[in-house]
C-alpha cells in the first residue's frame, strides 16, 4: 500500500512558476513509477509527466515542466514555470509498478487526491 500527499499547488499569475511535491509512504518507493496528471474543469484527466529511471514530459508542457524524484526522500516534483492560464487543474500524483512508463490513468494502482493549480490571465 502507498500513500500519496500532494502539495505546492495555488494561485499563480500567468508566466509565474510553482513547484508541486508528492509525498509517498512505505520503503519501496524507488520501485515506483510515478507520474503526474492533471484535470482541467470539463476536461478528462490527462498525462503530464512521469519519472522512473528516465523522464518524460508530455508535449502540452514539454520546455516549461520538469519532474524529478528524491528517492532518499520518497518525493517526486513537478516543477511548473511559464505558467499559463491552460494550466488551471487539478494536479494528481499517481504510482504504479506494473506498467512503468504509463501515460494511461487505468494503469495506476495509487493515486493522491491532488492539489488545485489556478493559473490568472
Known amino acids: 500500500q502507498v500513500h500519496l500527499v500532494e502539495s505546492g499547488g495555488g494561485l499563480v499569475q500567468a508566466g509565474g512558476s510553482l513547484r508541486l511535491s508528492c509525498a509517498a509512504s512505505g520503503r519501496t518507493f524507488n520501485t515506483y513509477y510515478m507520474s503526474w496528471f492533471r484535470r482541467a474543469p470539463g476536461k478528462e484527466r490527462e498525462f503530464v509527466a512521469g519519472v522512473g529511471v528516465a523522464t518524460y514530459v508530455a508535449d502540452s508542457v514539454k520546455g516549461r515542466f520538469a519532474i524529478s524524484r528524491d528517492n532518499a526522500k520518497n518525493t517526486v516534483y513537478l516543477q511548473m514555470n511559464s505558467l499559463k492560464a491552460d494550466d488551471t487543474a487539478v494536479y494528481y500524483c499517481?504510482?504504479?509498478?506494473?506498467?512503468?512508463?504509463?501515460?494511461?490513468?487505468?494503469?495506476?494502482?495509487?493515486w493522491g487526491q491532488g492539489t488545485q493549480v489556478t493559473v490568472s490571465s
Open positions: 499517481a504510482a504504479d509498478r506494473r506498467n512503468w512508463g504509463s501515460r494511461s490513468t487505468y494503469a495506476y494502482e495509487y
